[in-house]
């Protein structure tokens, strides 16, 4: 189920955007979510990247340098190297506070080797500029192409993976606090950038569809799904897993 975190009455969704999305455009009046407290939980913030595929790195650079509110300045790769690299610091280290105060949206290394340095057009300042920018970005590369999310920083492995790779782009980290913020201002960062890491991290509920889908009340799905976990509990089917774990049949 997504991750979601209370806020003013509300929940912002930590995790899982997409799957919100798709329950809402298919009528569904309930879904499941994990809810978690920030406040209580060990929960870290990163980032993912994103691997643009599917056009050449020219024509990539053509329509982002079309897109409104966003600007491009050269930068030897090397440095966007180093400068993705601290995107991976705890929170803090390159935040989104920061990213806001200077204009970066983040960086892109071409498929080819060149660096770029993505900025908002004129260095405005202010989250609204900023942030406008940088979702115009990714909807239009996700538009023109196709979207890899990876940890991967090197540009070479990735290219040995995906033949048809434009390019990698790398954004500066966000805090959580900055996260909250944004979404009490009714703001969104785009999916597929932020990254929570949750201890306790439900998977597998694989709960039936046709209850969510149902005119039943809310307070009526709450039991059944209650029972649904009471029963598994039972069962013996539910196992926590303190350390990480990699699973081979996704």
């Known amino acids: 189920p997504p991750v979601a975190a209370p806020l003013g009455g509300k929940y912002i969704i930590l995790d899982g955007a997409t799957r919100l999305t798709a329950f809402r455009r298919l009528g569904y009046p309930h879904m499941i979510l994990h809810v978690v407290d920030l406040e209580k939980r060990q929960v870290r913030l990163d980032t993912w990247r994103h691997a643009v595929r ?8 053509r329509l982002l340098r079309e897109t409104p509110g966003l600007a491009l300045t050269p930068r030897p790769a ?3 190297v180093q400068l993705s690299s601290a995107a991976s610091a705890p929170d803090g280290a390159g935040s989104a506070s ?8 983040g960086s892109l290394i071409t498929a080819d080797g060149r660096g770029f340095l993505l900025h908002t057009a004129g260095h405005e300042t202010g989250d609204a500029d900023w942030l406008a920018a940088l979702n115009q970005m990714v909807e239009g590369y996700g538009r023109w192409g ?5 940890m991967t920083a090197e540009v070479s492995l990735l290219a040995a993976q995906y033949a048809d790779l434009a390019a990698l782009v790398s954004f500066p980290l966000f805090t959580t606090g900055e996260i909250l913020a944004l979404a009490a201002r ?5 999916a597929g950038i932020t990254r929570f890491i949750i201890p306790g991290r439900v998977l597998r509920l694989n709960a039936p569809l046709e209850m969510l889908a149902g005119d039943a009340p809310l307070a ?6 209650e029972d649904l976990l009471r029963d598994r509990l039972a069962r013996r089917q539910i196992r926590y897993y303190e350390e990480p ?3 081979l049949d996704e």
Do not use: M, N, Y
């Not at 920061?98 to 949206?105: C, L």
């Not at 009714?186 to 785009?190: A, D, H, K, S, Y």
């Open 54 to 61: 599917g056009l050449s790195p020219d024509e990539l650079l």
């Open 78 to 80: 090397e440095s966007l």
């Open 98 to 105: 920061q990213a806001g105060a200077h204009s970066t949206v």
């Open 146 to 150: 196709q979207v890899e999310r990876t």
């Open 186 to 190: 009714g703001r969104t960062v785009p």
């Open 220 to 225: 009526v799905k709450q039991d059944w799904l």
């Open 245 to 247: 774990v990699v699973l």
